[in-house]
């Protein structure tokens, strides 16, 4: 009675992890879909390509390829391009861009971005 007791609430525990996993997992997609949607609703693409993974047929594009970044890296160019620490001649083209998220949206692009392969 007892080792049926065990391999019972193993059983248990082993399907409640699952389903935790998959909780988890599926928040994961929202957000990542959010980013993707907020990155494709605000105009990146037109500088940023598809999946900002550049502009390939510009020759010498200004314009950084940001798939496949650090997202903490990204995430820090686009506050320091939105308080106008990051200046240039390219810098500000791009912060009135910079200027339409508000941090957590900052944070779900960088999040979708860096996960971009
Ligand atoms: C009009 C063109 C244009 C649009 C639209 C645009 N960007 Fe940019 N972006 C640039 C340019 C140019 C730079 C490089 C700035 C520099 O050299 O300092 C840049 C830089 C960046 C960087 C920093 C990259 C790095 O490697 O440091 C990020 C992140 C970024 N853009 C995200 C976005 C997001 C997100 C959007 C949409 C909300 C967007 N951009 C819309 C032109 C644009």
Known sequence: ???LFVSVSKIFLVSLTM???TILMS???VKAQ???SLFLSK???ACHGPEGKGVAN????PYPRLAGQNPTYLLNQLKALKSGARK???AVMMQPFAMTMSAAEM???SDYLGAVK
């Open 1 to 3: 009675m007892k080792i």
């Open 19 to 21: 389903m935790a996993m």
């Open 27 to 29: 928040q994961q997609d």
């Open 34 to 36: 959010e980013g993707k």
């Open 43 to 45: 105009g990146c693409i």
């Open 58 to 61: 510009i020759e010498n594009t």
């Open 88 to 90: 240039g001649a390219m």
């Open 107 to 109: 944070k779900k692009i």
